[in-house]
């Protein structure tokens, strides 16, 4: 189906641009939600009419999400999980979790639609996402998935607390092994001295 674009789309053009893209694609989500029209006579005469209007009203909305950009970008969102030892979460991370983050955090005019995530998060750690505040402006923000604040803290500093728990626990069982060692050397040189 020929369309012709109201807003830039990603991976297809611009306003004003007249592309082929597949009928349920057109039906279902671009003409509904008023990013297109059917491409035809009377809708490019309409269109060029209205042109002007279009592309200044796409300007007003690039300029507010320039600006909403300015607060939203880099901000850091923490979302405490419960986690295994190795960093898997029980779950995962959604966009609805990201959203209600940044809406805690002041910013609440980001909506789920403009969350971009390309898989759904299931470990511990710090993630980037992207958030598309208008077809021309994304932002991207920090989600720092951790089983506890002290532990977001670290991650913060860029400290990998799953490598860090192991290294721990190594050094703890090398110290137990050698002071184990020592307890059986002395042992044996009590039990020499005996002798």
Avoid at 66 to 88: D, M, P
Avoid at 142 to 157: G, M, Y
Wanted: charged share 25%; hydrophobic share 45%.
């Amino acid at each position: 189906m020929q369309i012709i674009l109201l807003e830039r789309i990603e991976k297809l053009g611009g306003i004003g641009d007249v592309v082929t893209v597949k009928d349920g694609y057109a039906r279902n989500y671009l003409l509904p939600n008023k990013k297109a029209l059917r491409s035809n006579a009377a809708n490019l005469k309409v269109f060029e009419a209205n042109r002007a209007k279009i592309e200044a009203d796409n300007a007003a909305r690039r300029t507010d999400a320039e600006k909403l950009a300015e607060t939203v970008n880099g901000v850091q969102v923490v979302l405490i999980r419960q986690a295994s030892n190795a960093g898997q979460l029980y779950g995962s991370v959604s966009v609805r979790d990201i959203v209600e983050a940044l809406h805690e955090a002041g910013h609440s005019s980001v909506s789920k639609a403009m969350v971009v995530l390309e898989r759904p998060i299931k470990t511990l750690g710090v993630f980037d996402v992207r958030v598309n505040l208008h077809p021309e402006v994304a932002v991207t923000v920090s989600a720092n998935v951790a089983r506890s604040p002290d532990e977001a803290e670290l991650q913060k500093q860029g400290i990998n607390v799953i490598d860090q728990q192991f290294a721990e626990e190594a050094a703890e069982a090398e110290a137990a092994a050698e002071e184990f060692l020592e307890t059986q050397a002395e042992a044996t040189a009590e039990q020499d001295d005996a002798a």
